[in-house]
């Protein structure tokens, strides 16, 4: 799935504002829900990352990019089958899209 938005701000703030908000999703508590094995690596303003998530005896794995240009972050991941046979891409790319211009003041 890819994803392209605006995010009018330098280009260093969005990597910021960005590099934050994953830290905290990788560190969310869910009931019933661990997140496992967060990895995050930045290469100038490329960022990497995965995680999984074990939900009981299911472990979904995540993983994905954000290129951070002068005016855009370019989300690309890789979602779980299982995620999508249940949600639609469509409808996550609303969520995404909705989360990213609140962090943002959009």
């Known amino acids: 799935m890819k994803v392209t938005l605006p995010h009018h701000t330098t280009q260093d703030d969005a990597?910021?504002?960005?590099?934050?908000?994953?830290?905290?999703?990788?560190?969310?508590?869910?009931?019933?829900?661990?997140?496992?094995?967060?990895?995050?690596?930045?290469?100038?303003?490329?960022?990497?990352?995965?995680?999984?998530?074990?939900?009981?005896?299911?472990?979904?794995?995540?993983?994905?990019?954000?290129?951070?240009?002068?005016?855009?972050?370019?989300l690309e991941a890789e979602l779980p089958n299982l995620v999508t046979t249940f949600v639609s891409e469509d409808k996550i790319r609303q969520v995404i899209t909705r989360e990213f211009n609140k962090l943002f003041n959009i």
Do not use: C, H, Q, Y
Not at 24 to 33: A, D, G, K, N
Not at 36 to 61: C, G, H, Q, V, Y
């Open 15 to 74: 990597i910021s504002i960005i590099d934050n908000k994953l830290d905290e999703v990788m560190t969310w508590e869910f009931p019933r829900v661990e997140i496992i094995d967060p990895e995050k690596e930045w290469e100038d303003n490329l960022l990497r990352f995965s995680f999984a998530a074990r939900i009981a005896m299911i472990t979904l794995e995540f993983s994905g990019t954000a290129l951070i240009t002068d005016e855009e972050a370019i």
